[in-house]
């Protein structure tokens, strides 16, 4: 059974920093490109970040662009998001997600897999 598991979530002031995780388990970690998304209230569900095994192998949202960084240890079967100067408009639940290797990972319908999403909370 396959699980993404988010951590890290929580309430940050402006400016402020957070580290979110994602544990996978139950796939072979390393033939999956991952991805970061985030639903704010009463909007849709979109791209945030992308860790592919393709080039460009990162990339990111405009507007997390410079901001954000996504990693992975494949070691671990761990995705990473690190979050800093954040903003309130940043509020949302984070989702990690997991695609078949090919994936634009632009398109929540790509996505093969995904976590329970933690919430990150940033305050004005």
């Known amino acids: 059974q396959v699980q993404l598991v988010e951590s890290g979530g929580g309430l940050v002031q402006a400016g402020g920093s957070l580290r979110l995780s994602c544990a996978a388990s139950?796939?072979?970690?390393?033939?999956?490109?991952m991805g970061w998304f985030r639903q704010a209230p009463g909007k849709e569900r979109e791209f945030v970040a992308a860790f592919r095994w393709s080039v460009p192998r990162t990339f990111y949202a405009d507007s997390v662009k410079g901001r954000f960084t996504i990693s992975r240890d494949n070691a671990k079967n761990t995705v990473y998001l690190q979050m800093t100067s954040l903003k309130p408009e940043d509020t949302a639940v984070y989702y990690c997600?997991?695609?078949?290797?090919?994936?634009?990972?632009?398109?929540?319908?790509?996505?093969?897999?995904w976590g329970k999403g933690t919430l990150v909370t940033v305050s004005s």
């Open positions: 139950g796939l072979t970690f390393s033939l999956y490109d």
């Open positions: 997600a997991a695609a078949s290797r090919g994936a634009t990972m632009f398109n929540v319908n790509e996505m093969r897999y």
